[in-house]
Each structure stands twice: as C-alpha cells, then as structure tokens.
C-alpha cells in the first residue's frame, strides 16, 4: 500500500511538472544548459527572482541572469533562453517534436556568431556578426569604414577602463553625419557595469577610426528604447 502511495505521489508530481514545463522531452538536439536550468528550477524554485506562468506561456528569470520563454499552443511552441545579449531559439511542431533552432547575439548586437539548424540539427548557416556589412542602411556611403564591435572593445578597454566593455554590454550603434564637418559618425552606446540606468556613448569617426567624444546618459525610470 505505501508503495503505491508513492508511486501515485511521484506519478502526480511528474505530471504536475511535464504541465509546466512542456518541452521536457525535447531531445534531438544539444540542451544541457536547457536541462540545467530547468531541473535546477524545479528542484529549487525559490532561485527564481521573477517567475510568471501564464496559460500558454511560462517565463523565468533566474539569479544568473538567465531568462527563459516558453510559449506553446495547438499549433506548437517555441523556447528562448537568453544571457546577456546571446540567445538560442528552438521552435516546435504540434506534437512538441523539434523544427528548428537557431542562435545568436541578434542582429541589434553586432558580435556574436548567427547559426540556423535544421530539424536534423544539421548546421544550415553560420555567419560572423562583428562586422556590420548587411546592417548598415541603403543610405549610407559604403565607402566609410566597416567597423568591430571587437575592435572597440579593446580599445575602449585599453584607453578608458579596464574590462569595462564587452559583448555582453554593447547596447546600440548608430550613424549619423555629423552637421558641422559632414562626415559620418559611428554613436556606439554601452551600458555602465557599475551604475544603474546609465548608457556610455562614443563618437566614433567613420573615416579614420578614430574616437571623437565620450559621454554617458541617465535612463529615466520607464523609459523605453526605439
């Protein structure tokens, strides 16, 4: 009798979390770190500072700075983790079964390496994103030059501070001409590691490569980035 106690007790837990966490069995492709959060969270709920579990959809916010998203419908699902400015994305038929993955530092960030896979997880595409050749606009002169996220992190690490600038903090870039000496300027925004709410931005010489002034904004408490 005790032991069918405990298996029905386990039985309604296992159903309990595979109602939770439906990608649970997903297996084709490599999702140790998947799997390692998501026993980690079921094992240790409290490690979560933000959990909200909607009808179709759970997220998670871990300690690590880890985010999970979980969607999924009669249609199918998808799952995002995300560090940092990195994420994988794996998309499912109806019936849970793998279609896709992809991974990336997307294509707001300008370093990381794109992958796309297909159902197989046979790599398709892979595709180096420091150098921004397809994102800048139609508009621009294409004979400024191209420049690496890479590139300015170690030489803002080098002449500035230390450790300071990464991948993980590259917040934005964008041109513009300059109104007095008409020529274009890269703005490269990245996020202060040690203060709240704060932007560093540099003016960069599109011609030259050389840096042209240093500043940082204060984000208003609400404020949105377009």
């Known amino acids: 009798m005790k032991q069918r106690l405990i298996f029905l007790f386990l039985l309604i837990c296992s159903l309990l979390i595979a109602q939770h966490f439906p990608f649970k069995n997903e297996n084709k492709f490599d999702t140790k770190e998947y799997k390692r959060i998501r026993d980690s969270l079921i094992t240790n709920p409290q490690k979560n500072t933000s959990q909200t579990v909607q009808e179709n959809s759970i997220f998670y916010d871990t300690h690590d700075g880890t985010n999970i998203i979980m969607q999924y419908n009669k249609d199918g699902g998808l799952l995002q983790i995300t560090k940092g400015s990195y994420w994988i994305l794996y998309s499912y038929f109806d019936n849970l079964q793998l279609r896709s993955k992809k991974e990336n530092i997307s294509r707001h960030y300008s370093t990381g390496i794109w992958k796309e896979f297909d159902e197989n997880g046979k790599l398709l595409k892979e595709e180096d994103m420091d150098i921004m050749h397809d994102d800048r606009p139609e508009y621009i002169d294409k004979k400024i030059k191209l420049i690496s996220i890479r590139e300015i992190a170690t030489k803002l690490n080098a002449t500035f501070q230390k450790n300071m600038f990464n991948d993980i903090n590259f917040f934005d870039l964008r041109p ?26 540099f003016d ?22 377009h």
Not at 179 to 199: A, P
């Open 204 to 225: 960069y010489d599109a011609h030259n490569g050389n840096f042209i002034t240093k500043n940082l904004i204060t984000i208003p408490e609400g404020f949105e980035w």
């Open 176 to 201: 513009f001409i300059d109104d007095k000496t008409g020529k274009w300027v890269y703005r490269i925004l990245f996020t202060d590691k040690t203060k709240e709410n704060t932007l560093l931005f």
